[in-house]
């Protein structure tokens, strides 16, 4: 058998993808971090860079299918001479059986051969191997569950009728994927009541943690919220009146929808609305943007905003924080990365400006723009779309007079920017054209007040209305 180059680590909780282009051919000659395939996750477009040098003999992933952590991507010869190895089979086989049957039959247990005659032994060698692995894995997990059953069956012994909130020595029994899940949306892991053997953790088990559901020892599930999936509604067949298309989401659709039911169901919501006066504001941005734009950014109202946000942050520094129910902790961050929302052909994008107190609105206009046009162009790596804490999104450009925009969780406040309009403001007995534009701060309850809400607002739009403000205060 030929080798081959299989799907690396892409990132913290990524273990699939969608392939949208195979950077390779057959014969083509790799050499290492040489991209050879392009993926969509749920989180970004991400290029796989290959990790072997070789001529390739055969490609395996094809564009549109769905691609695992360990799957193989190619076959390649190292020495740059396709193998034939795999024809050598097909000579030496007798004719009444298949070349490729001997090779499962050698893997597959006795056990399973003999308890199951449906045609399985007759699979690939491929298949025999990751069944082998799968068993490892299920051996693995088996162990785990025996363990956790020992420890739980000890405490009743004791009289002990619930299980510790907080867990001590040793991690608790939760899968990988799981525990990135409870990362993601900021639970701590030990806070999580499992419902499965041996107190082993669900991801179902840390979505109802997270939505507030109590559970027993014994995983009875108390009256609480249904979770956003379990709350699909049946849907008509929509042909009986005209032509349909269907359409499967995207990754980064799929994802959206998820984070977005989510915090829809968890975070209590509130959202404030206000206008800034930014009429000397937008005649200093014009001026300036030829200065700029010489250096390689755009002087927009986003970047002049995602600065003033950082010093709004630092003035309340609730906005900068997240909420963690499971210990009633409130986390407040030290750093200020602003997430700005990036409308894309594959849906709603947050590229993450990092450490933006720290820079200059020459520098922050020109690390937009670049953001900006990556996530547009499917360049985003991972980690330009983690670690935010407050998200700004503008809607500006494509018109409206307001909108209500969703908590990005584990952050606890976003600010929506509508499009600037000129009306009549009252000044010294006159009425004057002023350039208005329309923001809306949405917050988590939870963690700010009403009062706390409309004074960050009213803060932002004076430092708008007069930036000398953020010497003074900022």
């Known amino acids: 058998m030929a080798d ?27 050499e290492i971090d040489q991209p050879v395939l392009e993926i969509e996750t749920d989180k970004a477009v991400l290029e796989v860079p290959s990790g072997v040098a070789g001529e390739v003999s055969k490609l395996l992933a094809k564009e549109g299918a769905e691609i695992r952590v360990g799957d193989p991507v190619f076959e390649y010869s190292a020495n740059g001479k396709s193998p034939a190895k795999d024809d050598a089979p097909k000579e030496d086989a007798p004719k009444d059986e298949p070349p490729k049957d001997e090779a499962p039959k050698k893997e597959v247990a006795p056990k399973e051969s003999k308890s199951k005659d449906d045609g399985k032994d007759e699979a690939p060698a491929k298949k025999a191997s990751e069944k082998a692995a799968e068993r490892d894995d299920d051996e693995a997990r088996s162990k785990e569950r025996d363990e956790d059953a020992k420890a739980w069956k000890s405490q009743e012994d004791r009289g002990e009728e619930e299980r510790p ?57 108390a ?50 609305f206000d206008k800034a006066d930014v009429t000397e504001l937008d005649n200093l941005r014009k001026q300036f943007t030829k200065q700029v734009e010489a250096e390689g950014g755009k002087l927009t109202m986003t970047a002049i905003i995602v600065k003033v946000i950082a010093a709004a942050l630092k003035k309340f520094p609730q906005f900068n924080s997240s909420v963690d129910m499971a210990s009633n902790e409130i986390i407040y961050k030290k750093y200020y990365n602003i997430g700005v929302a990036v ?122 209305q007069q930036p000398f403000l953020l010497f003074l205060e900022g």
């Open 4 to 30: 081959a180059f299989k799907l690396p680590e892409l990132g913290e909780n990524v273990e699939a993808g969608t392939v949208t282009k195979v950077m390779i051919d057959v014969g083509d000659h790799v």
């Open 165 to 221: 909130r907080r867990r001590s020595g040793g991690p608790v029994p939760a899968a990988p994927s799981v525990r990135g899940f409870a990362r993601e949306i900021g639970i701590d892991i030990n806070d999580v009541n499992g419902t499965g053997p041996g107190g082993r953790i669900s991801l179902q088990d840390v979505k109802d943690h997270a939505r507030g559901i109590n559970t027993d020892v014994r995983g009875l599930v």
């Open 223 to 272: 009256t609480a919220p249904a979770s956003p999936t379990s709350t699909a509604v049946n849907l008509p067949d929509f042909s009986r009146w005209g032509e349909v298309e269907y359409e499967t989401m995207s990754g980064v659709r799929r994802r959206t929808a998820e984070n977005m039911s989510l915090a829809w169901t968890t975070i209590p919501q509130v959202t404030q």
């Open 343 to 464: 409308d894309t052909d594959r849906g709603l994008l947050v590229p993450v400006v990092r450490d933006v107190d720290q820079k200059n609105l020459t520098e922050l206009s020109i690390e937009i723009t670049e953001l900006a046009e990556r996530a547009r162009n499917r360049k985003t790596k991972l980690e330009e779309m983690q670690g935010g804490t407050f998200t700004v999104s503008n809607l500006g450009g494509l018109g409206g007079t307001g909108f209500s925009p969703i908590v990005n969780a584990p952050e606890v406040a976003i600010l929506g920017i509508a499009r600037t309009q000129v009306e009549p403001v009252y000044v010294d007995g006159n009425f004057r054209p002023s350039s208005m534009l329309p923001l809306s701060l949405s917050y988590d309850h939870r963690v700010i007040d009403g009062a706390d809400g409309a004074r960050f607002l009213r803060w932002v739009c004076q430092a708008l």
